[in-house]
């Protein structure tokens, strides 16, 4: 990794790149301490003096710590990814735009990330009014007059689509997917915060805490053990080999290639997670824009709440939260196999293969090789969805320790998963450009 870093920083290019993504990583952490205006600062420190155990820790992990600043990017890149996910989703049941994504090519590709940005923007809209009727009412802003709320929700919008611009330009002139490394700055931003709660661990009022190291040391062996266990799922893959017959290409005979299928383990990547997160999370948002109070209160919206916030808080009970994690496995699993089987179809490759002359060694080209695939797609998606849903279950049963969200599987997932794709990019372009010193 250290090499490849070595040698991309020797390429003029290359490091033109890397300077350019460093810029745009630091005007979104400097964004992130820009308060919009209309907010008491006194009385939103006092009200967010502890995110970790809230349904905020899991906004502002993402945000790197924007939202509990109620910065400009206080609502982070996610109505980008919801954007996207819906529009994904529209793109199999609307016929024009299945067309646009399968056919239109780069024109296709244009209008539908027009329309992503769009939706973006009205999704942007929707969860800063939601917000802002959310805190109305806890004295974080200096009036509750229509003209403070346009400014604040204003200021939330611009955030948000200042943000996708900064991720469309990394994407597009700087180094890996600008929306993934945005979220990866954020994590690693709280990362402070972790320390700063495994000191405390280790160094209490008493003086040193022999347990506190143990349970310290214990967490920093597991949290190895888990990034090791993390990269190799990410680039363990099953290779499917294909045979390809001998053709006549204009006037020459095109001699037997032999090929393969790379199946990886979790083809779902994070998706599933943040699928099932937002599905379990959404109530207790819901609920809480329209009754300011239901922490306190009691009955059916109460346990509601308390059961849709155990996916990130530690502030409810056992039971709730032994309830939500299976559901909560059961949700990862599903969308794991839905995400999977919505960017691969057996059939569709099967096809292809059969088009282009070639077979599976052992199992006849149409239907059966559409089976098979069938088969180990399942079987692997299977596998990728227990794996899943293990890693984001992990922070619940961390939270004895007390310890931040941001230190979750689910956060190691991320950071791992765009760490990888950043160097296979590095990596890449390096090779493109035969640089003697990488491929030694």
Excluded at 326 to 346: D, Q, R, S, V
Excluded at 417 to 422: F, K, N, Q
Aim: net charge positive.
């Amino acid at each position: 990794m250290f090499k490849t870093i070595k040698n991309a920083l020797k390429t003029p290019e290359i490091r033109k790149k890397l300077w350019y993504t460093f810029i745009l990583i630091v005007i979104f952490r400097l964004g992130c301490y820009i308060t919009v205006p209309g907010v008491n600062a006194v009385s939103l420190s006092k009200l967010m003096g502890d995110t970790s155990s809230s349904l905020v820790g899991l906004i502002d992990i993402v945000s790197g710590g924007a939202f509990s600043n109620f910065s400009i990017f206080a609502m982070s890149i996610t109505p980008y990814i919801t954007a996207s996910i819906v529009i994904q989703l529209l793109g199999m049941v609307i016929p024009s735009l299945e067309k646009l994504t399968k056919e239109g090519g780069e024109t296709g590709k244009q209008k539908i990330n027009k329309y992503t940005k769009m939706l973006t923007i009205v999704l942007a809209l929707v969860e800063g009014i939601g917000v802002y009727l959310s805190y109305k009412s806890t004295g974080v802003f200096v009036d509750n007059s229509f003209l403070t709320g346009f400014i604040v929700v204003i200021g939330f919008m611009a955030g948000t689509s200042l943000l996708m611009w900064l991720g469309e330009q990394i994407t597009n002139k700087g180094i890996g997917n600008g929306i993934s490394l945005i979220i990866f700055v954020g994590i690693i931003s709280r990362l402070s915060s972790v320390i700063a709660t495994m000191y405390k661990l280790i160094v209490t009022s008493d003086g040193f805490s022999t347990v506190g190291f143990l349970t310290a040391l214990a967490i920093i062996v597991g949290s190895i053990i888990l990034i090791a266990a993390v990269v190799y799922m990410q680039i363990a893959e099953r290779r499917i080999p294909v045979q390809y017959s001998k053709k006549v290409v204009g006037r020459k005979m095109v001699g037997a290639q032999n090929t393969n299928i790379p199946l990886k383990l979790a083809m779902a990547g994070v998706m599933p997670i943040i699928f099932a997160s937002s599905f379990l999370t959404f109530p207790a948002m819901i609920i809480q824009i329209f009754k300011s109070d239901i922490a306190t209160s009691t009955g059916f919206w109460s346990v509601i709440y308390k059961f849709s916030l155990a996916t990130s808080s530690s502030n409810v009970g056992w039971g709730y939260t032994i309830v939500n994690a299976i559901i909560y496995l059961l949700l990862i699993i599903g969308f794991t196999f839905f995400y999977t089987y919505a960017m691969m179809n057996p059939a569709e490759i099967s096809s292809n293969i059969k088009k282009n002359g070639g077979f599976i060694p052992g199992i006849r080209a149409g239907k059966p090789t559409t089976e098979y695939l069938s088969s180990v797609i399942s079987k692997l998606t299977l596998f990728g969805g227990f794996y899943l849903a293990i890693i984001a279950i992990l922070p619940m049963l961390l939270r004895f320790t007390n310890l931040n969200i941001a230190f979750g599987g689910t956060a190691i997932l991320i950071v791992v998963g765009v760490a990888l794709e950043t160097m296979q990019q590095l990596e890449s372009q390096l090779v493109m450009r035969h640089y003697k010193g990488f491929l030694e």
